[in-house]
């Protein structure tokens, strides 16, 4: 089995296979059959249960804990284990410390669970019935602690709404405050009272079927919010037990729980207990019949969950039925932002406090190319590290549309983190950036995808990654004829290639006109005194800059912010070839620099310049994959840096194939292209 983190998690194989796979997982919790009923009928529940989930078409993940260990998914002889054993411990959040660190066994409760389930990567979680406020809470204060982990843990439970001995008004209150999504599952709002279906309440929302639940879990999930999702099934009509009386059962057993001075965690295994007594086994027939169809529901809802995943992985991108066209390759950082945006035209130093706003986002180069690139349909293969850390699953989360499947989660590592201070017209005052996790970003880790990198129609490497790394992926390129692009990322690491001869191997380069400065003086090419500010200088000092790195590099992409961009590179009856090989051998075809203005945005309109380069440069490329012409390619360019600019995001959740293509281009007018022969 493979340990999780430390050695406190164990994810069975064929569980651990699955996730990695991406194929729907469901966990179960095992309270209910080391506390909920009688051996062995728990333990064929059990049985019957996992038997479910798998016919539905997912992997059962029972979880428990045996020995000091928390377990992801049970052996049949650990099922039996739990089942049998008199003295094993009913485990919530808070008494997982403790249990672990004694060596016992014991059931999970559903916030055990779920605890389990996050931390595995497992995001719909089913049981029978959720713990709440109990009767009586208001002066007790005896409220679950799944209530809680409802409202902190990012798990979708499956359940048939809250035990009905409980107060249902008060825990549908409590879930609000939580800030937990209640949804009740199927044509009513009714919110389902375990073994009835009606309890007198509604649901603040419903979903329908198992893929309007799975589009609703992937909601929670893609915002990266903290808290669950509630999902109540209603028992099966033909099984439910009469309203009235469950009611009368449950006023009988109150009051004697009370008379014998039973409170607390002991409460609700006695409560359901007597209840059945005094429905002759009603109620547990309603029982069994909700978690077995809580499991089929939950079951459905893990499958049309992961096909929505997937789907969203690859683009919405058509498939040959036996053939998958090789992906391109993106090999770069990744990183939370924390973008401080100043209210005032002036940040004021000496350790004042400046108004303004602070949001979090998700960016850095290597991920937001990947990220604006799978927008535009052409979701690529994503090498880069992240830690096992707090940030580490918002990341994945936020990242769902992407193809994330290759990125290296590291225990003992942090993910990198970036604080940005930027002006209140959106330029950058100050960064500060933990990157330490990129120099894991290896030769050894990105070799193991060689194959991938050797049929892939592009290759993308950005500055953070280590010179080993770019010096192998380079190598790869001339021994393999790869098309690759340098994404030069700071003054300080765009020279990275052209410290040595990688740099011939490259086909493109996207600097701005500092790094494109940076790599000439690496080169010790003469360089300009200053660099200018009004836009004929600086088009013409980029042209300067450009001229000698031509020739190798196929096509240099000078960026230039509100000045547009320059392209460079081998011309053909006016127009620059984009794609290597087209011009290589032509006699004919000459050097030549054009000018594109960018879309004009005023600065009012700008909200954050952080990715609005990388935006423009996978536009460029997605344009380039698509097969289109020169100046479609570019604008593609300028129209998804134009929609992140105005983005609190670094790189727009406006950007699709739809905002960005061909046909927005053409629908458009777009200022005149300046052309200069660079020969």
Not at 320 to 328: A, F, K, L, Y
Request: negative net charge; aromatic residues 4%; charged residues 20%.
């Amino acid at each position: 089995m493979w340990d999780h983190p430390g050695a406190y998690v164990r994810i069975q194989p064929s569980v651990q296979e699955a996730l990695t796979e991406g194929r729907p997982v469901v966990a179960l919790e095992s309270t209910i059959i080391t506390h909920g009923m009688a051996y062995p009928q728990n333990l064929s529940m059990a049985r019957e249960v996992e038997e479910i989930v798998t016919t539905n078409g997912a992997v059962p993940a029972t979880v428990g804990i045996l020995r000091g260990q928390i377990h992801v998914g049970l052996t049949d002889e650990e099922l039996e284990f739990l089942a049998s054993s008199k003295n094993v411990v009913k485990v919530s959040r808070r008494d997982l410390p403790f249990v672990l660190s004694q060596g016992l066994s014991g059931g999970t409760t559903v916030s055990a669970t779920m605890i389990a389930a996050h931390k595995a990567g497992i995001p719909v979680f089913v049981t029978g019935g959720i713990g709440g406020v109990h009767r009586g809470g208001e002066n007790t204060l005896d409220v679950s602690a799944d209530l809680t982990e409802l409202g902190r843990t990012p798990v979708a439970v499956v359940s048939a709404g809250v035990k009905s001995i409980l107060d249902i008004g008060r825990t549908l209150e409590y879930l609000e405050t939580q800030g937990v999504c209640v949804a009740a599952f199927g044509e009513s709002r009714e919110f389902p009272a375990f073994f009835s279906r009606q309890s007198g309440f509604q649901a603040p929302y419903h979903v329908r079927d198992e893929e309007e639940a799975a589009e609703l879990i992937a909601s929670a999930l893609g915002l990266g919010l903290s808290n669950g999702v509630l999902i109540a099934v209603p028992c099966p009509e033909e099984r439910a037990a009469s309203g009235q009386l469950i009611e009368e059962a449950i006023q009988q057993a109150l009051s004697e729980a009370r008379s014998k001075g039973i409170t607390g965690k002991e409460l609700t295994p006695f409560m359901l207990q007597k209840i059945n007594e005094l429905t002759d086994g009603r109620s547990l027939e309603s029982n069994l019949a909700l978690i077995q169809n809580n499991a089929r529901v939950g079951s459905c809802i893990a499958v049309a969950l992961s096909k929505l995943q997937k789907t969203r992985r690859k683009g919405n991108l058509p498939r040959q039925e036996d053939t998958t066209p090789p992906q391109p390759v993106v090999i770069g950082g990744i990183n939370v932002d924390f973008i401080a945006k100043a209210q005032n035209p002036v940040i004021l130093g000496g350790g004042q406090t400046n108004t303004g706003r602070v949001r979090r986002t998700f960016g850095d180069v290597g991920r937001n190319l990947a990220d604006c690139l799978s927008r535009l349909g052409q979701t690529p293969l994503f090498l880069s590290a992240v830690g096992k850390d707090e940030h580490s699953e918002s990341i994945l989360h936020y990242c769902h549309h992407m193809d994330m499947r290759a990125v290296l989660q590291l225990e003992g590592k942090s993910t990198a983190t970036y604080c940005a201070v930027i002006t209140s017209t959106g330029e950058l005052s100050v960064g500060l950036g933990d990157m330490d996790i990129h120099h894991q970003i290896t030769e050894q880790y990105v070799s193991q995808f060689k194959e991938d990198l050797c049929q892939a129609p592009l290759v993308c490497i950005d500055g953070n990654v280590p010179l080993s790394t770019i010096q192998y992926v380079c190598q790869l390129a001339r021994e393999h004829q790869l098309a690759v692009c340098y994404e030069p990322t700071d003054e300080n690491k765009a020279s990275k290639p052209f410290l040595s001869d990688s740099w011939k191997a490259l086909t493109y380069i996207s600097p701005n006109l500092q790094e494109l400065r940076a790599i000439n003086r690496s080169l010790g090419n003469p360089l300009p005194a200053e660099l200018p500010s009004r836009s004929e200088d600086v088009v013409q000092t980029a042209v300067a800059l450009a001229r000698p790195l031509l020739a190798h590099l196929h096509c240099v992409v000078v960026t230039l912010g509100a000045h547009g961009i320059l392209l460079c590179g081998k011309s053909l009856g006016g127009s620059i070839s984009l794609r290597p090989g087209a011009h290589e051998q032509t006699a004919a075809a000459s050097l030549c620099a054009t000018h594109y203005p960018a879309i004009h945005t005023s600065r009012e309109e700008i909200v954050n310049v952080s990715g609005a380069g990388d935006s423009l440069m996978a536009g460029i490329l997605a344009g380039i994959l698509a097969k289109h012409d020169t100046d479609t390619c570019v604008r593609m360019g300028l129209l998804a840096a134009s929609l992140s600019l105005r983005s609190f995001e670094p790189i727009s959740p406006e950007i699709s194939t739809s905002s960005v293509s061909q046909e927005q281009v053409k629908s458009r007018s777009w200022p005149e292209v300046k052309v200069w022969k660079m020969d």
